[in-house]
């Protein structure tokens, strides 16, 4: 059996297990992909092939006592860092001694580093050193939304695959087909504008129309705050920790539709409110727009590389700059 396989995940779920690169020994496993399309689904299913003892050409049995441990989170041969992890040094090199020194109950060890970044150099080392001179069948599976940090180092020594997001046709399709409640609820325009500023993704899309929603309705229809005299009270509206990166990410696919709409009159993100974009557009330059943006990406570098600090500092020097850039600047 395949588990809870997304129909955009199979075809290189059997391109990978029906291909030869498990006949070797020691080698690491790179997938990656450009926007949400739960790339660990599509691991958990290749693991479940590589430990099931009574797997049959792509299937594995799901009953064996691999599959039933690793269905109970506890397989001795398998470790997850999962995208939240916390992942030090110390951490990996105990997990090596810890896990290397557990009995093999199946041909292979893995280690599975979920949305990995590559960016810790002793870390990247310490696991190449695992690939290139352990003594056992080891398999260390990456999953990343870029080559560009994975050092060459590890690059080399590793299987690539790519996973690209369905077209938004396929997107559309596959959300009408399995969503009754969206079919029903929503219309052909709103169901495109939530696949496009959700990058193609159709988990991010789903879950967008289905829990969010009414809040990118509030926050669209009273953006105009922040164009005029009212930007406490913009601040106090959209302030939300848990949304934030939303409410940053649609206001960044506004911007790009006024853009488009001042410039290049092409395909919009948000299609649902083309009339809200042409509104705007009379309001911004394509300069003042830009100048949007570079703020944008700063406040999201901060936010990302200042984990520990105090977010609402930087939401306020966003929304503060955004408003001067908007109301002062000619």
Known sequence: MILNLYPWLINL????ILSNIFKRKNFGLIINYNTNLNVDNLVINIIKWLFCNYKINYKFCNKC????????????NYY??????NISLDMVKNINKIFFNNLYISKYKIIYFSNFNFSNKFINNFLLKIIEDSFYNVIIIFSCLSYIKIPNTILSRCYKYIIFSPNENYILNW?????????LNFNKFKILSSIRISNFSPLLSVYLLEKLWLLRKNFINNINFIFYKNISKYVILFYNNHLLEYYINWFLYILLDILRFNKFKIIYYNIDYIYIIKYLSNLLSINKIFLIIDEIFLFLNDFKNNLNFNKNIFYYKLIYNIFYIINFLK
């Open 13 to 16: 779920y059997k391109e990978i």
């Open 175 to 183: 959300i009408l087909n399995n969503y009754k409640n969206i079919k």
């Open 80 to 85: 997850c860092f999962d995208k939240n992890s």
């Open 65 to 76: 006592i691999n599959c039933n441990l690793l269905n109970n989170s506890n397989h001795p």
